[in-house]
């Protein structure tokens, strides 16, 4: 099992906005507002100091931020998808100066966007969003901005032609660094009054990158980045960053083409986009309804597949807030998605569209990697592997315990197994039920859930042991009494092996299956399960002297079995108690799982 060496909260995602825009006269809770993603450049690990934040954004009055989205996952999902389902017009700026490297040429930009990153977003939305570049002009600007990307945002905003059919405008700057900076423009919130325009200049919808991200170089060699062209066009359509949260970094996610798009050490192609995590592309609309699979608890097998291949997209595993959830998706690299093979695997993060108690979304929410470990892999589960969903990452999951199998890959995908439980989270035996389930022993009661607090039966712990002990051979022994019951044939199983004899003897012509098992019978099931015979070491538990089953129940605590019923002096062993399935699921794991 994996987990990080302590528990991490959500750190939330912070984002500058626009000042100027939004502000005014407006009623505050129809104003629609910018969401602006600031990249930085790789070479300069320094932040840009926060803005405030936009007031008339935060006093909004929000409404049914679900409705729109058929699995109630997306906020205000007309916002997230304006623009992804459709042709997207992006007007192509170059911001020069007088001094200028010179390097960035309009037409070369625009032809290098059309013949690379148009096929890159359609294969990954499987046709259903094609953004196309127009070249539009150049912006002189009166001197080198630097790194100061939005005095080029603010010359295009100026100066674009307002009768055009662009949807957004994509600038480029004339210089060799490696940023970039973009917004999604106006949003309503699902709360306005007027629906914001979806042509630019009016929807304020722009990206700027550094003119590496567009243009090759020279001296020294190197293919242009787009990777940065791509997570710009991603933020202009709501994408958040995916990160860990752990450090001041939000570029720590080596899988997403919204976060690092490549391990720290660089290992990866990280001029390749990468493909994007599956909740952006549900947010976009590129995933249907119909390949999401909701885990709620249960033992579950399917297939995850990766982008491009038909089936299952993402499984969600829900909290007991609409706006929160655990996401899975599979990543196996291919033209759509440029990973290399060691980042293969099923990948999970938690979705939080919660900031500050109130509902937020696109670029202001959080997509957070889940165990948060910054530059790693520890999020992606490979064929083999196991994973252990029980960090509480602002809220647990209904399921929380979730354990992950990724049992094999195919050209389909991954298929999994999930094994957890609905109501198992105040269990202090919740990690032995989940070891049980994860065995095969247990498969829960009902749909999702495991009956923690309910007595065991004896048909119960016939099926507990014939699995724990792979039991197949039936005998002629047919009781009398467990014709109706579901486990009848375990019951002949366990009577084939000389495990139980009845419970009615001398005749021991019934089984007694629905009646309850208390504590001292247990321990005379486990002794004949295991074979057990030493008593050496063994607590003499003071009230067990008069039980039929004190024999056994020294035997049960000599190999480690039992401690007793009262922590912690554990003097007593209480045989006449009934036992719990949370307590059968810890002695069945003591028994069979030493270690
Ligand atoms: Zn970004």
Request: with cysteine.
């Given at each position: ?7 991490l909260?959500?750190t939330?995602?912070?984002?500058s906005?626009l ?5 005014g ?13 600031t990249d ?10 926060d ?17 729109g989205d058929?699995?109630g996952?997306?906020a ?6 304006r623009y ?7 007007g ?18 625009t032809?290098?966007?059309?013949s ?18 127009i070249?539009?002009k ?7 901005p ?5 005095e080029?945002?603010?010359?295009v905003l100026?100066?674009a032609?307002?009768?055009?059919t ?5 600038a ?16 309503c919130y699902g ?19 550094d ?6 170089l020279?001296s ?8 940065t062209?791509?997570?710009?066009i ?7 960053h ?14 997403d083409?919204m ?11 990280a001029?390749?986009?990468?493909a ?15 390949d ?7 033992t ?5 597949a990766p982008?491009g291949?038909?089936?299952?997209q ?15 998706d ?13 980042f ?19 670029t202001?929410s ?9 530059n790693?892999?520890?999020?992606v589960?490979a ?7 029980d960090l ?10 979730t354990?992950m199998?990724v ?6 995908g991954f298929?999994?197994?999930l094994v957890?439980?609905?109501?198992i ?12 389930a ?22 119960q ?6 699995r ?16 109706d019951?579901?486990f009848e044939?375990d ?12 419970c ?11 009646d309850?098992v ?5 321990a005379a099931?486990?002794?004949r399960a295991?074979?057990l015979t ?7 538990f ?9 024999a ?7 190999a480690g079995i ?5 922590p912690p002096?554990?003097t ?9 399935r ?6 069945l ?5 030493p270690?």
């Amino acid at each position: 099992m994996r987990r990080p060496a302590t528990l991490l909260a959500v750190t939330a995602v912070v984002w500058s906005s626009l000042s100027g825009l939004a502000a005014g006269s407006e009623p505050s809770q129809t104003a629609p507002s910018p969401q602006v993603a600031t990249d930085i450049v790789p070479s300069s690990p320094v932040e840009p100091p926060d803005a405030p934040a936009d007031p008339s954004r935060a006093s909004a009055a929000l409404r049914a931020p679900l409705d729109g989205d058929p699995l109630g996952l997306v906020a205000y999902p007309h916002d997230a998808r304006r623009y992804s389902l459709t042709t997207d017009h992006f007007g192509v700026y170059v911001c020069t100066w007088p001094g200028a490297d010179g390097d960035v040429s309009l037409a070369a930009a625009t032809a290098l966007l059309n013949s690379e990153v148009t096929p890159y977003f359609t294969g990954l939305s499987g046709g259903a969003y094609q953004p196309t570049f127009i070249a539009r002009k150049v912006i002189i600007l009166d001197a080198n901005p630097g790194s100061d990307l939005q005095e080029c945002a603010d010359e295009v905003l100026s100066s674009a032609e307002p009768d055009t059919t662009d949807n957004a405008a994509f600038a480029v700057m004339d210089n060799r660094y490696n940023g970039g900076l973009a917004t999604s423009g106006m949003s309503c919130y699902g709360n306005c009054t007027d629906i914001p325009s979806t042509s630019f200049p009016e929807n304020q919808r722009w990206a700027v990158v550094d003119g590496r991200s567009v243009t090759p170089l020279a001296s020294p060699p190197l293919p242009s980045h787009l990777t940065t062209s791509v997570h710009e066009i991603g933020h202009t359509l709501t994408w958040p960053h995916s990160y860990s949260g752990v450090t001041a970094s939000q570029y720590d996610n080596p899988v997403d083409v919204m976060s690092a798009n490549s391990t720290a050490d660089g290992t990866g192609r990280a001029d390749d986009p990468y493909a994007t995590i599956a909740f952006n592309r549900y947010r976009s609309g590129w995933i249907d309804p119909g390949d999401v699979v909701t885990y709620r608890g249960g033992t579950l097998e399917l297939t995850i597949a990766p982008v491009g291949v038909v089936g299952t997209q993402m499984v969600v595993l829900p909290t007991d807030d609409p706006l929160a959830f655990l996401t899975l998706d599979a990543r196996i690299g291919s033209a759509m998605d440029a990973i290399p093979e060691a980042f293969e695997g099923v990948t999970a993060h938690f979705i939080v569209q919660i900031c500050d108690g109130e509902v937020c979304s696109g670029t202001e929410s959080a997509a957070t990697m889940y165990p948060p470990w910054p530059n790693s892999l520890e999020h992606v589960t490979a064929t083999g592997q196991q994973a252990v969903f029980d960090l509480d990452l602002e809220k647990p999951l209904i399921a929380q315990g979730t354990t992950m199998t990724v049992l094999s890959e195919n050209v389909a995908g991954f298929q999994i197994r999930l094994v957890g439980f609905d109501d198992i989270g105040d269990s202090i035996f919740a990690h032995d039920i989940i070891w049980l389930a994860t065995a095969g022993i247990t498969k829960g009661c009902g749909a999702t859930g495991y009956c923690p607090d309910d007595p065991v039966t004896r048909g119960q712990m016939a099926a507990f042991l014939v699995r724990s002990l792979d039991l197949t051979v039936s005998g002629s022994k047919d009781f009398v009494d467990d014709d109706d019951s579901i486990f009848e044939a375990d019951i002949e199983r366990l009577a084939a092996a000389g495990i139980t004899r009845g419970c009615n003897p001398p005749e021991n012509t019934r089984f007694c299956p629905n009646d309850s098992v208390t504590r001292g019978q247990m321990a005379a099931f486990l002794v004949r399960a295991l074979g057990l015979t030493d008593t050496t070491g063994a607590t003499n538990f003071i009230d067990d002297d008069d039980s039929i089953f004190e024999a056994d129940i020294e035997r049960l605590a000599a190999a480690g079995i039992t401690r007793g019923c009262n922590p912690p002096e554990n003097t007593r062993f209480c045989p006449h108690d009934l036992v719990t399935r949370e307590q059968m699921a810890a002695f069945l794991r003591r028994a069979l799982d030493p270690a």
